[in-house]
């Protein structure tokens, strides 16, 4: 009887059934972590999205602050607007002075401050408004402005809008 290291019959012809079982493992592992890959790629464009969309707001925010403190000042006067509706062209300025772009135009100029623009409108003497600094307890009569604030971070755009009293004699 003849045998091949220690095994009668010689070498047994191998199926290469390990070899099949360890490729098919190693496609599944491949599909993981592309998938992996594809999942923490989308994650880091939700995380760039949201942080451009803060920005912005925060920028956005600053002008309109920047925008209400310019009506504070004493020397501050701006005619009764004709076109008291809020300014179509908000969400289109990208530069300082009147819309010229496509679409609705306010007609009014934009005033370029920090990192976006504002706007303001004098909406005209009102009655008493809903809240009153202790600085104007004494006022009979309250001017109303509309402060309309633009600014852009990447592909992230934000439009805030306050309304503003000021207080008279």
């Known amino acids: 009887m003849c045998t091949f290291n220690g095994y009668p019959g010689g070498p047994k012809k191998q199926s290469g059934m390990a070899l099949i079982v360890s490729l098919v493992f190693l496609l599944l592992l491949t599909f ?4 992996s890959m594809q999942s923490a790629n989308l994650q880091e464009k939700m995380a760039g999205s949201l942080a451009m969309r803060n920005q912005s707001f925060q920028a956005a925010e600053a002008v309109l602050r920047l925008g209400e403190s310019s009506i504070q000042k004493s020397d501050f006067t701006l ?13 289109k300025v990208k530069a300082a002075g009147i819309y010229s772009g496509t679409g609705q135009s306010s007609g009014l100029a934009w005033l370029a401050a920090g990192t976006g623009f504002y706007l303001i409108q004098n909406l005209g003497a009102k ?3 809903v809240t009153t600094p202790l600085s104007c307890q004494a006022a009979t009569s309250f001017t109303l402005y509309r402060v309309t604030a633009v600014a852009s971070q990447g592909t992230s755009s934000t439009v805030l809008e306050s309304i503003y009293a000021k207080c008279g004699s």
């Open 32 to 35: 993981l972590g592309i998938s």
């Open 127 to 129: 009655g008493t408004p």
């Open 79 to 91: 005619a009764a607007c004709t076109y008291c509706l809020p300014p179509p062209e908000s969400g």
